[in-house]
């Protein structure tokens, strides 16, 4: 039976069997570890929502066991950008540092953000704080960024370039881009400020076939 711990690009915390490329985390323990269920109102741990290689240093930990914090898993880096995670500093350190100089060169200083500053950036920007829900701006599939991604009638769609691509858990299908509103799920820095800045997501393998 799969365990509620696959994310969708709209930041829901799934039971699929489908496994992604990535793993990852919200800053802790989030899950009940005798019933390896998700807390009923809990979602995540702290404002340090990360985005994870599957293997580091040969460590090897038990998902959703006693003392750990509750691991997440992505189809790939652009569904864990929409859903508000970031690069992880410690696995994916070139990727965060680049992460951030990209983020800080829409800045007037040019300074690369640090993680805490991301971090509370990104709460403020994925997370309706009344509701705990998540937040979405309108945008027209046009005026998003590569690699950026969109809700449209219950359908995840990404932009890669021109192109518009639909996302299911077992990759991506090209699709035509979708016209009128959309609801914009990556977070309005990265999707304006990280990946205008230059920064590359990675990709699940079914983009380049």
């Not at 800053?27 to 009923?40: A, E, I, K, S, Y």
């Not at 809990?42 to 509750?70: D, E």
């Not at 945008?139 to 690699?147: V, Y």
């Not at 639909?166 to 990280?194: F, M, Q, R």
Request: hydrophobic share 35%.
């Amino acid at each position: 039976m799969a365990l509620q711990n696959r994310v969708t690009p709209a930041g829901d915390i799934v039971a699929h069997p489908a496994r992604g490329l990535f793993m990852g985390n919200r800053g802790g323990r989030v899950h009940d570890p005798d019933t390896r269920t998700l807390l009923p109102t809990r979602r995540w741990a702290s404002r340090q929502w990360i985005c994870c290689v599957l293997k580091f240093k040969n460590r090897h930990r038990a998902v959703m066991a006693p003392g750990q914090y509750t691991h997440m898993f992505f189809l790939d880096e652009v569904t864990a950008l929409a859903a508000g995670h970031r690069p992880c500093f410690e696995c994916r350190r070139r990727e965060a540092v680049h992460f951030a100089e990209c983020w800080g060169r829409s800045r007037r200083d040019g300074r690369p953000l640090k993680a805490p500053e991301m971090d509370h950036i990104l709460q403020n920007e994925r997370v309706i704080a009344s509701t705990r829900t998540k937040k979405t701006l309108k945008r027209q599939f046009d005026e998003i960024s590569h690699g950026s991604m969109v809700e449209q009638d219950g359908k995840f769609i990404a932009r890669h370039g021109e192109d518009a691509l639909l996302w299911t858990w077992e990759g991506y299908e090209k699709i035509k881009p979708p016209k009128g509103w959309c609801n914009l799920l990556t977070p309005a820095s990265i999707d304006a400020h990280v990946f205008a800045g230059g920064y590359e997501p990675g990709w699940h393998p079914s983009v380049s076939t």
